[in-house]
């Protein structure tokens, strides 16, 4: 496995954000957790939004934000399990 792990969304086909393979297994655990926390606590606060007292666009943001944290968080563990192959 090269030393840098491409992430899933990185746009227009560019390989921007990179995951560093060689990073300690704890590392690379709290980076995923992180970003999972971080996303499920977005998801958490979408959920006790009001219909009545929400800016139209919130949804969307909170839905982008937490779909991109959800992903980093995956790409980074899926570096742990190829290490483990």
Same mark, same amino acid.
């Given at each position: 496995?090269?030393?840098?792990?491409?992430?899933? #969304?990185?746009?227009?086909?560019?390989?921007?954000?990179?995951? #560093?393979?060689?990073?300690?297994?704890?590392?690379?655990?709290?980076?995923?957790?992180?970003?999972?926390?971080?996303?499920?606590?977005?998801?958490?606060?979408?959920?006790?939004?009001?219909?009545?007292?929400? #800016?139209?666009? @919130?949804?969307?943001?909170?839905?982008?934000?937490?779909?991109?944290?959800?992903?980093?968080?995956? #790409?980074?563990?899926?570096?742990?399990?190829?290490? @483990?192959?």
């Amino acid at each position: 496995m090269s030393q840098y792990f491409p992430q899933t #969304d990185n746009p227009v086909g560019s390989n921007v954000l990179l995951i #560093d393979t060689h990073a300690s297994v704890s590392a690379l655990l709290a980076c995923a957790e992180q970003r999972i926390q971080a996303a499920k606590n977005l998801l958490r606060c979408l959920a006790l939004m009001s219909a009545r007292s929400h #800016d139209p666009h @919130d949804l969307s943001a909170v839905c982008e934000a937490s779909s991109l944290l959800l992903q980093q968080g995956c #790409d980074v563990l899926q570096v742990l399990v190829l290490q @483990d192959a």
